[in-house]
């Protein structure tokens, strides 16, 4: 995050560089999800059933859960990794399913809610990198849902992926949910704006201006979001400015991270309820 006054937005000019891949994926190239302000603010998202933006809602977590367990899981009693596990509201549906279940995210309030909410020595919950937390194991899934694959550079994709691998048994499975390559060319392509009382990025009035790129040459969307805020004391302390940046893959790309990472049978699963047209679910065993 970097703060300014709006002035110095309005004076700097409009990027037409053609960035290089360390450029984009440098710096504060992300959301800070895991500043504590930052994470409390997000787990009022999490939690909205207004809205899927940051965790779909529980009525479509549970029947997701309850495909999944029935497409991969039936009679079983698995050992569950999550990857970006967020709240942990997946958590309390494979608890239902006899399943044992460990959950790694980065977010403390996030976490700090997961282990007041759930108790059972079954879960265990870890606050975490996913990049350097390890992740024990052995396991008989992983996942890593809702996309988030996709705000990581290739090279700690193809780290996490087989992080992965490792933790899972021989003949585990991966159930990863990415965006499509579509999408995040979408995501680098759309300009907008909006006003709020508090939001993600403030408890105080604010105005967002969210600037968006499509680096074609990387195959990176990259939004910047100037947040004004409308009740600052100090001009010079108005803007605050962060940026989100995702990769898009396409589904042969997918395929190849998997693959260099020990996985195989890689499947693309279309019949999970409330999937978004954005998003894909992909399968693969641990070879
Ligand atoms: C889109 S949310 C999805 C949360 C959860 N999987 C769900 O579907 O409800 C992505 C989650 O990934 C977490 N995350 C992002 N980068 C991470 C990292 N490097 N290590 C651990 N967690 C991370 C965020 O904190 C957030 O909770």
């Not at 997000?42 to 809205?51: G, S």
């Not at 399943?99 to 059972?120: C, K, M, N, V």
Request: net charge negative; charged share 20%.
């Amino acid at each position: 995050m970097t703060r300014h006054s709006l002035l110095h937005i309005l004076h700097t000019p409009a990027d037409s560089t053609q960035p290089t891949a360390s450029d984009v994926w440098s710096g504060a190239y992300k959301i800070p999800w895991n500043d504590p302000e930052f994470s409390r603010r997000m787990l009022r998202e999490h939690l909205t059933q207004d809205h899927d933006l940051a965790s779909r809602r529980i009525e479509s977590i549970a029947m997701q859960t309850a495909w999944m367990q029935k497409t991969f899981l039936g009679g079983t009693r698995a050992r569950i990794l999550d990857l970006g596990c967020g709240p942990g509201l997946y958590a309390r549906h494979w608890l239902s399913y006899g399943h044992r279940y460990h959950g790694i995210d980065f977010g403390p309030a996030s976490i700090d809610y997961a282990l007041q909410t759930i108790t059972e020595a079954e879960a265990t919950f870890m606050l975490g990198d996913i990049l350097a937390t390890p992740f024990g194991g052995p396991y008989d899934v992983a996942t890593l849902l809702y996309g988030e694959l996709n705000v990581f550079p290739p090279e700690s994709c193809r780290a996490i992926l087989q992080k992965t691998h490792t933790a899972l048994r021989k003949g585990g499975r991966i159930i990863l949910e990415v965006h499509t390559e579509e999408a995040v060319r979408r995501a680098g392509s759309a300009n907008s704006w909006y006003k709020a009382a508090q939001g993600l990025f403030s408890e105080l009035p604010h105005l967002c201006l969210m600037e968006s790129r499509w680096y074609d040459h990387l195959a990176v969307a990259r939004q910047t979001f100037h947040v004004i805020h409308l009740e600052a004391a100090a001009a010079s302390e108005a803007v605050e400015t962060y940026h989100s940046t995702m990769q898009a893959w396409s589904l042969e790309g997918y395929m190849a991270l998997l693959y260099e990472a020990g996985f195989d049978e890689i499947k693309v699963e279309t019949a999970l309820p409330g999937s978004h047209a954005d998003l894909m679910l992909l399968t693969a065993i641990c070879a």
